[in-house]
Every structure is written in C-alpha cells, then in structure tokens.
C-alpha cells in the first residue's frame, strides 16, 4: 500500500506562470517531507523540507506547503522557468526511529517557453 | 563538496551474472541507502544500512543482497541478473539517528539484463 502518493504523472505549465505540485500521505508518523528534483540520467537532488511543526517553507522561487490535518502537502514554484522541467519527487520520513525515505511515484513536470 | 560516488554510470550484464554495485559517499555519514527507479513506480527501497555491517531489509530485497564493511562503502549484488531487475539504481547516504535528514544520492547506475 502507497504511504506517499503523487497522483499526478504529468503537469504542463508555460513559463513565467506558478507550477503546483501535489502529495498526499497516510501515514500520520511521518513528520518530516522532502521534495527532491531529478533529470534524466542523474541522481535525484534535493530541493527544499518541511517539518510538521510548520505549514510553510520557503527558499527563493520553491515554497512547500503542509497541510497535517488533510495529509497533504505542495511545492509552489514560481516563477515556471523552463530549467524546472524535471521529475518531482515527494519523500516522507519518521524523525523517531531513524526509518528511511518513502517516495512518491513522482510527477514529471514540463515548463514550456 | 558533499559527494556520493557510484561506481558505473551504465553496465550492461548478462541473464545469471553475479552483479556487484558499488557506492562510496566521503561525508562520514551513518546511514546509506540503495534504491531502484522505474517509469511509473517512482524510487523503491531495496536495503539500507545505518551502520557497519548492518544490513535492513527494505520493500523489494529480493533477488539482491548487501555488504557493508566500511563506513563510506555501501555494495548492492544482484545474485544472479535476471532481465527484470533492468533499472536505474540510486544510492544514497545521510546523516544521524533520525529521520529528518536529507538523504544525498549519487548520479546513478543504468544497469541493463539481456
């Protein structure tokens, strides 16, 4: 059973304009999420976390957003730049216990110019 | 520079080799972590290790094993290939005793079975 879901395969955005990437989770001990950003043929990098003691993180144009009541969360990028087109992946963890990463199936977004 | 360095960016093996991965992070970190991406299935967790010669298993270990004799020196063997363990193949390390830490990967194995 998926703990980490990102229902969205794909998004398409124009650049210039907010990309909205969503993740949905169900398991209520994780209290610790990632995003982390992929290109084709390299390693996932990281990109920006949020812990459950916030609703809000924000480093320059990525701003993720924790909502614990609904298990959710989202990574705003704005402004879409066409360097963003990538995979997005979403990753949760427990912070007691030392458990390892869970990651979303992921969501390939395009920025078209 | 944090850094996470596997051995083979593409390796092409035959259907029963005996398959060795090869990963080395220089960060001093406790925890490492080996993962395979597929289209659609996004990154699964084969084993993990949070210490020397301490081996985890994670959602898919079968048909795979792991060995950790050093620190900085994380190995994935695939007992005997089989065309459907063709996949890309991440390892990843982090620090610490708990969960909220990033985990930094490397660039990757493209492993192909034929």
């Known amino acids: 059973d998926q703990q980490v879901k990102q229902n969205s395969p794909s998004l398409s955005v124009q650049e210039g304009r907010i990309s909205i990437l969503n993740c949905d989770y169900t398991n209520s001990m994780f209290d610790y999420f990632l995003w982390y950003k992929k290109y084709p043929a390299e390693g996932p990098t990281f990109l920006i976390s949020i812990s459950s003691i916030k609703d809000k993180n924000e480093d320059g144009r990525f701003t993720v957003f924790l909502n614990k009541s609904a298990k959710h969360l989202s990574l705003h990028i704005v402004p879409s730049q066409p360097g963003d087109s990538a995979v997005y992946f979403c990753?949760?963890?427990?912070?007691?216990?030392?458990?390892?990463?869970?990651f979303g199936k992921g969501t390939r977004l395009s920025v078209i110019a | 520079d944090v850094k996470v360095t596997q051995s083979s960016r593409y390796l092409v093996k035959r259907t029963g080799e005996k398959v060795f991965l090869e990963c080395v992070q220089d960060m001093d970190h406790e925890n490492m972590f080996w993962y395979r991406q597929d289209p659609g299935l996004g990154l699964r967790l084969i084993y993990f290790?949070?210490?020397?010669?301490?081996?985890e298993k994670g959602d898919i270990p079968e048909g795979y094993s792991v060995s950790r004799e050093k620190k900085e020196r994380f190995s994935l063997i695939l007992e005997s290939a089989s065309t459907n363990q063709t996949s890309m193949y991440l390892c990843?390390?982090?620090?610490?005793?708990?969960?909220?830490?990033?985990?930094?990967f490397g660039q990757g194995t493209r492993l192909t079975v034929v």
């Open positions: 990753a949760a963890s427990a912070s007691t216990g030392n458990t390892p990463l869970v």
């Open positions: 990843a390390s982090s620090e610490g005793a708990s969960g909220d830490a990033e985990a930094f």
């Open positions: 290790s949070y210490d020397v010669k301490m081996k």
